[in-house]
């Protein structure tokens, strides 16, 4: 079945280092993927998303782009700060279905 | 616009006994979905809809049962609780089946002793 590995936690950073959390998937066909990030205490918000090869999804200063031959989502951020201390999860979806399969997630820690 | 909102926020049940997680959205979604998050393991599809009067198992459904009467309600029923369910609820929503972003509700906690 389909399933998302994605980088151990946690993750703790400086204030305006670059970031990256590794994301890989398995499934059969094209899905869409996602990143979408958990602040403490709230449900998940949807960071940004690939539908298809090649594609990139971006927003606020977050990059991810969708490479099918290696099958891999990594984010990126190239100068994080301390409000971006959250959990994030990588996920996927079936092209046409809704029913996301997430990786475990994992917990970012910005220090100033 | 409240969005997707979940009641409620936190809840200590015994075992055996049985509860009703609500969840309700005001966007007119047609499909709306239940995942409990647990330490180390994400977050995983325990039942979904795609619209009223239609539902359907995920990945986790055992212990669970929904119902889909309104677009706008999508009820959580345990109904004998057991340790096992200890976990954080999450309802999520969204517009149609396809790659359209998922709105997740804020969350309930859920300890059963």
């Known amino acids: 079945g389909d399933s998302v590995t994605q980088m151990e936690g946690p993750v703790t950073l400086s204030e305006e280092a670059f970031l990256t959390i590794n994301c890989t998937y398995t499934a059969t066909g094209y899905p869409s993927l996602f990143w979408y990030v958990q602040y403490p205490g709230e449900g998940l918000q949807l960071l940004l998303k690939?539908?298809?090869?090649?594609d990139k999804g971006s927003n606020k200063g977050f990059e991810a782009t969708y490479r099918k031959e290696t099958t891999s989502f990594h984010l990126e951020k190239g100068s994080v700060q301390v409000s971006d201390s959250a959990v994030y999860f990588c996920a996927l979806s079936p092209f046409g279905n809704e029913k996301l399969t997430f990786g475990t997630g994992t917990r970012l820690t910005i220090i100033p | 616009n409240a969005g997707v909102t979940q009641t409620p926020k936190f809840q200590v049940l015994k075992t055996g006994q049985s509860m009703t997680l609500q969840c309700a959205q005001d966007m007119n979604h047609e499909y709306m979905s239940w995942y409990r998050q647990d330490p180390g393991m994400g977050l995983r599809l325990i039942h979904y809809?795609?619209?009223?009067?239609?539902?359907d198992q995920g990945e986790v459904p055992n212990g669970y049962n929904v119902s889909r009467s309104t677009t706008e309600d999508f009820p959580l029923r345990l109904l004998s609780a057991a340790p096992s369910q200890t976990s954080v609820y999450f309802c999520a929503s969204s517009y149609s089946p396809g790659q359209n972003e998922q709105y997740f509700g804020p969350g309930t906690r859920l300890t059963v002793t």
């Open positions: 690939a539908t298809k090869a090649d």
């Open positions: 809809s795609v619209g009223a009067g239609i539902t």
